[in-house]
Structure formats: C-alpha cells, structure tokens
C-alpha cells in the first residue's frame, strides 16, 4: 500500500513540473556589441554646458481633468475669479439637502439580557426560584446545547416567561441564569 502510495505522490509531483525553456541566453550583454565612437579631444563639461544652454520648453496641458492646478496661483486665478466661486457657491447650497428628524424607534418585546443583568442583585448558583424537576440538570444540558452562546440561551429563557417559570428547562438551579450564564459581564460595565 504504501508504495502505490509512493508511486502516486511521485507521478503528481511530475505532472506538476514547469517546463523550462530550451533557448540559451546569450552570454553577450548589449555594451559588448554596439561600437561606441569617443572623440579624444572632446571635453565632457563643454558638452554638459552646451546642453545645459538649449532650452527645455516644458508643456502644461490644462485640459487634463485629473492633474489639479488649484496649487499654482497662477493658474487658480485665471481659471476662478470671485464670480466663479459665487456661483459654485450657490450650485451645492441648491444641492444641499436637509433631513428632518423622526422619532426614535420603539424597542421591540424582545428580551435584554443587559437589562436584566443591572436589575438581579443575586450571584450565579444562589436558589430564588423553586424548580420541581429533580432530572432538571441532565435534561438542562441538553436543553443548553441547542445555544451556541449563553446570551442567546438567557435571552430565550427571558422570553419564555423566565425566571420566574422555566418551560424550557434552562435554568435547573433556580438561579434566574440559564445555561452558564452569569450577568457579571454586564454588572463590570457600571463598576
């Protein structure tokens, strides 16, 4: 077995192999074979000034709209004038669109679990509500793993009529905290 495996592994790691190009590369680089023509009697800073002295005549194209202008002074002022700018002005405050207030929504009845956290004063485990099923804590874990985290399992409990009653069996020990969870992350935020 191993050595199909082998075999396999192999005949992949072949199938995947680039090919490589057969040409040869050309030991030559282009300086060896172009003639270069010195004149012996030319002096370097002579040609460097001679260049420096033709003039370079750079090109602006204004009509570019994507190179702004709006640096060069020059520029800015023959292309806005006070008038422009007036009416630029009055272009976006005629666009300007202004959004009365509404009212805030309503909540819905769902249940908040932070709410509910600021208004217990009881620890997690401490008994204020009696629950009549002995088997509550093998049936409560089972009732659990339907939530994946315990705000979801206390906010379905809240909603079922917890903590008072416990339809869902999801807080055996009568604590009013279903499935684990413990309202100290929410009490923290006040401290």
Do not use: H
Not at 99 to 125: D, E, H, M, W, Y
Not at 138 to 159: E, H
């Amino acid at each position: 077995m191993r050595l199909v495996v082998s075999v396999l592994m192999l005949l992949a790691l072949v199938a995947c192999e680039t090919n490589v190009p057969s040409e040869s590369v050309s030991d030559k680089s282009p300086t060896q074979t172009e003639t270069v023509m010195v004149d012996p009697d030319a002096d370097p800073v002579v040609a460097a000034e001679d260049a420096a002295k033709e003039e370079i005549k750079v090109v602006i194209n204004n009509d570019n709209p994507t190179i702004s202008t709006t640096q060069d002074f020059k520029s800015l002022k023959e292309q806005e004038t006070i008038e422009s700018d007036k009416a630029r002005l009055k272009a976006q405050r005629e666009k300007f669109v202004t959004i009365a207030p509404t009212a805030l929504p309503t909540r819905s009845n769902s249940a908040n679990v932070a709410a509910f956290a600021l208004q217990t004063k009881n620890n997690v485990g401490e008994m204020l509500y009696s629950r009549g099923d002995e088997l509550g804590v093998v049936a409560a874990s089972q009732a659990c793993s339907r939530f994946r985290l315990p705000d979801d399992a206390q906010a379905s409990f809240l909603r079922s009529g917890g903590p008072s009653g416990d339809p869902g069996n999801l807080d055996p020990d009568g604590d009013g905290f279903a499935c684990d969870w413990s309202p100290e992350t929410y009490r923290k935020l006040l401290k």
